[in-house]
């Protein structure tokens, strides 16, 4: 019987590899950080909040995880629904850095492998009418 489960085991292990290998395979590189930390904001202050872009660094202070997915998808705050009560409530600090001088946009890219990728975040985009949009 253990000799099954062992077939198995490494059946579905090379399985798996094979599915890794041609999803990356198949996938175009994603811009990703250098190195990144995501943190809970432990202050709560709304003092200072914000997204600050500068040569090779990338900061974020105490946004919500709606705020952030809305800079990120560059949408208004409220063309992002769904996710978990605390999407809302909970304030998080980004900090991190790329190799050599990158624009804005790329970094926004960055940040949405990092939502996607890193922290396991579901994307899904779609329009979403509000009384804003035409």
């Not at 990703?32 to 709304?46: G, I, L, Q």
């Amino acid at each position: 019987m253990r000799t099954r489960t062992l077939a198995f085991a490494r059946a579905a292990l090379s399985t798996a590899a094979v599915s890794v290998f041609l999803a990356s395979a198949q996938e175009p590189a994603r811009p990703s950080f250098e190195v990144d930390s995501v943190r809970a904001n432990k202050d709560n202050t709304t003092s200072q909040l914000g997204v600050r872009i500068t040569p090779g660094r990338f900061t974020v202070q105490n946004l919500t995880l709606r705020r952030i997915v809305s800079v990120a998808y560059k949408v208004r705050y409220l063309q992002v629904s769904g996710g978990p009560s605390w999407a809302d409530s909970e304030g998080y600090d980004i900090e991190a850095n790329t190799a050599g001088t990158k624009g804005a946009d790329e970094m926004l890219l960055m940040l949405r492998t990092l939502l996607e990728i890193d922290s396991k975040c579901a994307s899904i985009t779609r329009l979403k009418r509000t009384p804003f949009t035409r």
